[in-house]
């Protein structure tokens, strides 16, 4: 582990400004140990550390954004119902680059996440010698154990197989760092990440019952946030019990959100945001945050010149009476350039996008399916990224119900609470069993996850073969995305540990 505990550089610490507690950050080699961690009150800025380095940038690459990168370069563009012009980025939108160990999108996510790791691992292994309440203790040592859990949750669904491949589990995974030594370590298998992954959070959940602190932000962790990550892990593990059983723990308390809400660009927390990442216009990466990237309005080229689409099959799988098919550009009736989806100057459609969606920027070209569903709320790309909803937690649970052969109305109830009873779609009902109703679960995840970097996790969880098609055979992906990746292809959809890390690590190999 070596190259992973060099690249441990910006243990960073926020510290109150006349705005907010979430701005400054000072590196940890300026900040001595003995100091980062002699009180709770010192150590809570270590913490919140750990939330901002989901939101900087890395590597040297104005691309690398935290979190926000994970969601658009490894779920969003190479899944099944993202379509976005950019013929360049074929290697990373058609997953070729998962077996090339020297390249650096090999490599950022294992960075970026063995970052985190490090530094919570330095919390966890100091809190208890902090002077403060045992009370203030438990909190601080209970969002630490979250965030590294949710770490390796991350990490085990990119480096490790589809739990289906893993042969329950005994195929490699990635290396389990839990302490703060240098010492190398090899390869734990994919089911003792997972184990690792629970032990982490049946300990943070132990220990927030037993404090007495709780959140004040939403970025912030707490144990609806362990909640969460224990349902999706568990899901990804095929361990439905748990998934059923935590879905229902995390959204407890959370609302689905409102119509209104819903349309409001899913950049600022709701009834329903259960964690989140901060941002605001003090705490931007400017062009090269996520929502500059994929914000309908975003000043930012990346927008202006490459919008991001839904596919034309999804799109028409949802009904006329839902408003989230409100929330993309319908081009019926209009012409438009049909080999790439761009309205062109003076079009109907063009004029009609504008009419609907008039924060567009003022030179940006509307395409036909073009996504108004993500909203930057400051320019060129401000706007808290969420990454766990309840409404994510109502389909894990449909998911999990129908894996253990519960009754097929329980799983239609479900579905009719996300659809329906929320208002999204108050004509809906689900009469559906068997495959069918599987084929459900899966199109309403697609339909309301759609652009928050699940699709393509989603699909290498179940197995699924991508499949896009051009505009000519009945979809809107341009020639060289059009294209279908078997579940077996490229080394299972399981990117290979970088050279960067078996350079350095002497007992790791690949």
Known sequence: MKQTIITLICFVFLFTSCKKDYLDTLPTDQTPTETAFETTASARFAVNGLAKMMTIQYLGSQGFNGEGTIKMYYGNYPGNHFSVNLSGWAAIINATYNENITSIYDYYPWYYYYKIIGNANKIIHYIDAAEGTTADKNFIKA???????????????????????????????????????????????????????????????????????????????????????????????????????????????????SNTDYKAGFSTPNSEWIWSSYGAADETLYFYSYFSYIGYNSTASAVRTAPKMISRELYNQIPSTDIRKGLFLDPTGYTYTTSTGATTAGSALRAKAFELFPALASNATPYAYMQFKIAATDMPGVGNLNHFRSSEMILNEAEAKYFQNKPADEIQALLVELTATSGRDASYTCTKTGADLLAEIKKYRAIELWGEGFDWFDMKRWGDSINRKNYTSGSNFIESLAVTIAPSANNKWTWKIPARETDFNTVLDQ
């Not at 909640?227 to 019990?241: E, K, P």
């Open 143 to 257: 969002q630490a154990l979250t965030y590294r859990a949710y770490c390796y949750m991350m990490l085990a669904q990119l480096y490790g197989n589809r739990w289906s491949d893993s042969n329950n589990g005994a195929t490699d995974g990635v290396v389990n760092k839990i302490d703060i030594s240098n010492d190398d370590l090899p390869k734990s298998t994919l089911l003792e990440t997972y184990n690792l992954i629970y032990a982490d959070l049946d300990q943070a959940i132990g220990l927030y019952a037993t404090s007495t602190e709780t959140r004040t932000a939403n970025y912030e962790m707490d144990v609806n946030v362990a909640y969460s990550i224990y349902a999706r892990a568990a899901l990804n593990r095929a361990d439905y019990a748990n998934a059923e059983t935590f879905s229902q723990k995390a959204r407890a308390s959370y609302a689905l959100m």
